[in-house]
């Protein structure tokens, strides 16, 4: 079967990620066909007719539904968003692939959530770091015991700004609160609190604290600091939109061992002995279309076994527990305190 889809807002992540690994992959090629593209900004019309230049293009996602019959849609549009536009493709029969975060607010990923148990699709959210190969091995580690129970964990994020979000170039939605839901912790840390969900389970409580260094705006943070409470130690999270350069780094300490990156390569130090497990750079964003071709094949492999797909590993129950987790992160921040997390079936 082939399955026809549509791109929903074509901004850069769509461009530069989402359109290459459909087109990169042979599996994808010869299972997916875009036959359809909602971009209200004609700006970006030449730039999707070169990318594209067999899809229809439409300004309007109620233009799309009632001309196209479509068994997927892909959205990559802002977060405030994200809602309206899964409702609409759930009721006309859609599954979803959609960019994180699910929705700018928790009420509206629980709203979506409803909507899914009424109206059952697939939805996957695009969390393609977990198709990364350093976290793969490091879950692996993790899972099979060669780390050992983590007592103590850091992960370090810094980039040079939000990314702008646009092909192009205008202003970037990511530092508008009303658009993005949030800042640096929204837009870059839900990646490593999904993460840390799919490789430690939930957190048991959660402390953060958020401010503006470099952008100085209302309503968004770049630099934030988080502390995630486990039953065996804790993990901290150090995000910034205000360093000079990318950087990923992260380690992660059991009695036993030693999981370290450095940006580039992950060791298991152990003893006197320190094993070279996975050489990748996650600070360059090549990488991305790889992520994205693995985290769309799976989509594609579940759309195929649907509905017998639908079990116990539900990406949506993960999406809105993520979700959830980050919205005790904020409370924290307002209120200078640690917040419990209510618990969630771990994800491994």
């Known amino acids: 079967m082939v399955w026809k889809g549509a791109i929903l807002g074509v901004g850069s992540i769509a461009l530069q990620a989402h359109v290459p690994a459909f087109q990169a992959d042979e599996f994808l090629r010869e299972r997916v066909r875009l036959v359809a593209v909602v971009e209200p900004v004609e700006a970006r019309h030449a730039a999707i007719r070169e990318a594209l230049p067999d899809v229809r293009i439409y300004r309007d996602a109620a233009d799309l539904f009632r001309s196209e019959r479509l068994d997927f849609v892909d959205i990559c549009a802002p977060p405030h968003v994200h809602r309206d536009l899964i ?11 959609c960019e994180k975060p699910l929705a700018a607010r928790l009420s509206d990923a629980r709203a979506v959530a409803r909507l899914l148990r009424e109206r059952p699709r697939v939805l996957m959210v695009c969390h393609q770091y977990r198709y990364a190969p350093v976290w793969q091995a490091l879950r692996d580690l993790i899972v099979d015991g060669r780390l050992g129970p983590v007592g103590f964990a850091d992960i370090t994020v810094l980039r040079a700004g939000p990314d702008p979000g646009i092909a192009g170039g205008r202003s970037c939605w990511r530092l ?8 640096v912790l929204m837009d870059t840390g839900i990646h490593y609190i999904d993460l840390l969900r799919w490789i ?14 470099r952008y100085i705006g209302p309503g968004v943070e770049d630099t934030a600091l988080v502390c995630l409470q486990y039953p065996t130690g804790w993990v901290t999270l150090q995000l910034s939109w205000a360093a000079r ?3 990923n780094r992260f380690f992660f300490v059991s009695r036993q061992a030693m999981a370290l990156y450095d940006g580039n390569v992950l060791r298991l130090q152990r003893d006197r002995t320190s094993t ?3 050489r990748e750079s996650l600070a360059d964003k090549s990488s991305y279309v790889r992520w994205y071709t693995a985290l769309f094949r799976d989509f594609v492999r579940r759309l195929e076994a649907w509905p017998a797909s639908a079990g116990d590993d539900d990406p949506l129950e993960e999406a809105v527990a993520t ?5 005790a992160c904020y409370r924290s921040a307002r209120a200078h305190r640690w ?6 079936r771990p994800a491994c």
Not at 87 to 97: I, K, T
Not at 176 to 183: C, E, F, L, T, W
């Open 176 to 183: 508008d609160a009303r658009v993005s839901g949030g800042g």
């Open 339 to 344: 917040v419990p997390v209510v618990s969630t």
């Open 323 to 327: 979700l959830g987790i980050l919205a």
């Open 276 to 278: 070279e497990l996975v």
């Open 200 to 213: 430690l389970g939930p957190p048991v409580a959660v402390w953060a604290r958020t401010q503006a260094v």
């Open 87 to 97: 409702q609409q493709a759930v009721r006309h029969g859609c599954h979803v692939l």
């Open 245 to 247: 350069e990318r950087q």
